[in-house]
Each structure stands twice: as structure tokens, then as C-alpha cells.
């Protein structure tokens, strides 16, 4: 019986000692970290509706008057403002080095190699500045999406049954915004391939100065790049009208997605 009770005791011990284990939620860090990520999250909020309400719109002024006025994204006609190249002779872009000379600094038998010119072409500056415009809208687009995005997730509420016509919407809206930063993406890479394109063109240049396909080449990619900058800006432009469109439209469902739902952070 002694045993018994002995048994019974520790029991009881070790339940009291489970019951006496503290709730982390409760905890004062728990409750710290809890306040500062909703301070976090309401700045996100109060960033995103501004970008929506205040900066959209300006976007959408300020890239039509750059369409508009700047001449740089004037859709190019013809050969206007192509980069014409005025090389050295054929003669003096390489030089066949001494054989004897080549044997004697290497120790090999002699063979004909040749030393690269240090010819320069310069960029063709009406696409450089072209570039410069749009990679500069394009990154301030991007750190504006990312906002609006997590602003949208963040409202997205916990998976019930029914009543999901609003969770569509925001789900729906997030998609758009991932597909207009897709097209950012994209419109910097091109940016690169160009750049690359117009190197190994010009390097063809240097090696067959009497070829003029190659150099007309190098217009064409030119105009191509033009006008696929311009066409950039104007999809840039209209992603700014058709989100701002779509989310001012489906705003009260992007904030409250469940009429019946306390939604925070709007």
C-alpha cells in the first residue's frame, strides 16, 4: 500500500509538473515579437496604399509625358540617329609578329599569331540613355510590386470553407502583380543580351572591316533595340494602368475578403 501511494505520488508530480509548463505564446518575448511584427505590418500597409492611391497615378502621368517628349523613345524610321563606324585600315587592325621573334620568347616553334586591335567604337548613345530611363523605371517598379504584393498576401485569410469569391480576388490580383514583375525582369535581361549582341557584331566588324553586312548588322540591332525600348516603357506604362485599374476596382476585396471576417492589417 505504501508502495502504492509512493507510485500515485510521482504521478500526481509529474502531471502538476506538465500543467506547470509555460505557454511560449504568452511569453513577454512572444508578446514583444508579436507587437513589433504587427508595427511591421501596419507600415507595410499604410506604404502600399499610398503607393496604390498616390503613386500609380503619378507613374502613369509621368511615363506618358517621357513617351511623349522625350525624342530618345520616338519610334525610329529608317536609319536615323544609326551608329556609322570609321575604322582603322585593314592593315593596321593586326599585326603578324616576328616569327623568330615568337620563337625565341617562347621556345617553340615558330607559327604566325597575331596581337588583337585596341580599335574603339563607341556605344550608340541615343539606345544607352534609352536604357538608362528604363532600367531606372523598371527597378523603382519592382520595389513598388513587392509592397503591393505582400500587403495583398498578408490580408489573405485563413483557408475555409465557402465564402472564397474574395480570397479568388486577391489571389487573382497577386498574379498580375507577379506577372508584371516577369516583365521587368525580362525587360533587364534584354538590356544584357543586346549589350552582348552588339559586342561579338562589332568584334566581327573589326576582323572583316571590308564585310558591310556586318556593319549593317550592327544598325539593325541598333534599331531593334530602339524599338523594343520604346515598346518596353509603354508596356511598363500600362501594367501601372491596368494593376491601379484592377486593384482600385476589387480594393474592398483585396482588404476584406470575407465580409464576416475581422480582417487586420488594412
Same mark, same amino acid.
Given at each position: 500500500?505504501?508502495?502504492?501511494?509512493?507510485?500515485?505520488?510521482?504521478?500526481?508530480?509529474?502531471?502538476?509538473?506538465?500543467?506547470?509548463?509555460? %505557454?511560449?505564446? *504568452?511569453?513577454?518575448?512572444?508578446?514583444?515579437?508579436?507587437?513589433?511584427?504587427?508595427?511591421?505590418?501596419?507600415?507595410?500597409?499604410?506604404?502600399?496604399?499610398?503607393?496604390?492611391?498616390?503613386?500609380?497615378?503619378?507613374?502613369?502621368?509621368?511615363?506618358?509625358?517621357?513617351?511623349?517628349?522625350?525624342?530618345?523613345?520616338?519610334?525610329?524610321?529608317?536609319?536615323? %540617329?544609326?551608329?556609322?563606324?570609321?575604322?582603322?585600315?585593314?592593315?593596321?587592325?593586326? @599585326?603578324?609578329?616576328?616569327?623568330?621573334?615568337?620563337?625565341?620568347?617562347?621556345?617553340?616553334?615558330?607559327?604566325?599569331?597575331?596581337?588583337?586591335?585596341?580599335?574603339?567604337?563607341?556605344?550608340?548613345?541615343?539606345?544607352?540613355?534609352? #536604357?538608362?530611363?528604363?532600367?531606372?523605371?523598371? #527597378?523603382?517598379?519592382?520595389?513598388?510590386?513587392?509592397?503591393?504584393?505582400?500587403?495583398? #498576401?498578408?490580408?489573405?485569410?485563413?483557408?475555409?470553407?465557402?465564402?472564397?469569391?474574395?480570397?479568388?480576388? #486577391?489571389?487573382?490580383?497577386? $498574379?498580375?502583380?507577379?506577372?508584371?514583375?516577369?516583365?521587368?525582369?525580362?525587360?533587364?535581361?534584354?538590356?544584357?543580351?543586346?549589350?552582348?549582341? @552588339?559586342?561579338?557584331?562589332?568584334?566581327?566588324?573589326?576582323? =572583316?572591316?571590308?564585310?558591310?553586312? =556586318?556593319?549593317?548588322?550592327?544598325?539593325?540591332?541598333?534599331?531593334?533595340? @530602339?524599338?523594343?525600348?520604346?515598346?518596353?516603357?509603354?508596356?511598363?506604362?500600362?501594367? =501601372?494602368?491596368?494593376?491601379?485599374?484592377?486593384?482600385?476596382? $476589387?480594393?474592398?476585396?483585396?482588404?476584406?475578403?470575407? *465580409?464576416?471576417?475581422?480582417?487586420?492589417?488594412?
Amino acid at each position: 500500500a505504501s508502495m502504492s501511494r509512493t507510485a500515485k505520488g510521482k504521478r500526481g508530480a509529474a502531471e502538476g509538473d506538465e500543467r506547470a509548463e509555460p %505557454d511560449p505564446a *504568452s511569453s513577454e518575448l512572444a508578446k514583444e515579437g508579436k507587437a513589433a511584427v504587427l508595427d511591421i505590418k501596419n507600415a507595410i500597409t499604410s506604404e502600399a496604399l499610398r503607393i496604390i492611391h498616390e503613386i500609380m497615378p503619378q507613374k502613369i502621368l509621368e511615363l506618358t509625358k517621357e513617351l511623349a517628349e522625350n525624342e530618345g523613345f520616338r519610334m525610329p524610321i529608317g536609319d536615323e %540617329d544609326m551608329l556609322e563606324f570609321e575604322l582603322e585600315p585593314p592593315g593596321s587592325k593586326k @599585326r603578324k609578329m616576328d616569327d623568330k621573334d615568337h620563337a625565341a620568347k617562347n621556345g617553340v616553334p615558330a607559327c604566325p599569331s597575331f596581337v588583337k586591335s585596341e580599335q574603339k567604337v563607341a556605344c550608340n548613345e541615343t539606345v544607352i540613355n534609352q #536604357q538608362a530611363v528604363l532600367k531606372r523605371e523598371v #527597378q523603382l517598379c519592382l520595389s513598388m510590386l513587392v509592397k503591393v504584393k505582400i500587403w495583398i #498576401q498578408l490580408n489573405i485569410p485563413k483557408v475555409e470553407d465557402g465564402n472564397n469569391f474574395g480570397v479568388s480576388v #486577391q489571389e487573382e490580383t497577386v $498574379n498580375e502583380l507577379t506577372r508584371a514583375e516577369d516583365m521587368c525582369f525580362n525587360s533587364l535581361e534584354s538590356i544584357n543580351k543586346y549589350l552582348f549582341a @552588339r559586342g561579338k557584331l562589332l568584334s566581327r566588324v573589326f576582323k =572583316y572591316p571590308g564585310l558591310q553586312d =556586318y556593319r549593317a548588322s550592327v544598325r539593325d540591332l541598333d534599331r531593334k533595340e @530602339r524599338l523594343g525600348l520604346c515598346l518596353a516603357l509603354t508596356e511598363l506604362r500600362n501594367s =501601372y494602368f491596368t494593376l491601379h485599374d484592377s486593384i482600385i476596382k $476589387n480594393l474592398d476585396k483585396l482588404k476584406r475578403p470575407r *465580409s464576416s471576417a475581422a480582417m487586420p492589417f488594412t
